[in-house]
């Protein structure tokens, strides 16, 4: 039963920006981390950033490094992801994903929730 909500998705023109959100208010906060994964049509599913629950560890594919941020509001049990300057490879459904227990936050087989996705178009 799929507990984490993400929102934000849509059409966009290179350049532009969109700020996904994954909401987890169902879940509690006993996870290690949450992360935004990506794939994109013909692809296999990547990871493209994710943060810790105490929020001192972040990761960033290279691939996106100082494009988008990820950050957390602890209060509303909500992630989100900031993505600036897009670029049509940026294109796919973006997923949250929640690690319960710690393990490599690029190790897609450790994270056990998920969400249902959203869809990123970048296309002019």
């Known amino acids: 039963q799929e507990q984490l909500v993400e929102s934000g998705g849509g059409l966009v023109q290179p350049g532009g920006s969109l700020r996904l959100s994954c909401d987890a208010s169902k879940l509690t906060q006993n996870y290690y981390a949450r992360a935004w994964f990506r794939q994109a049509p013909g692809k296999e599913r990547e990871v493209v950033s994710a943060i810790t629950t105490t929020g001192l560890n972040t990761y960033y594919a290279d691939s996106v490094k100082g494009r988008f941020t990820i950050s957390k509001d602890d209060a509303k049990n909500t992630m989100y992801l900031q993505m600036n300057s897009l670029k049509p490879e940026d294109t796919g459904v973006y997923y949250c994903?929640?690690?319960?227990?710690?393990?490599?936050?690029?190790?897609?087989?450790?994270?056990?929730?998920w969400g249902q996705g959203t869809q990123v178009t970048v296309s002019s």
């Open positions: 994903a929640e690690q319960t227990w710690p393990s490599s936050l690029l190790a897609i087989d450790a994270y056990d929730n």
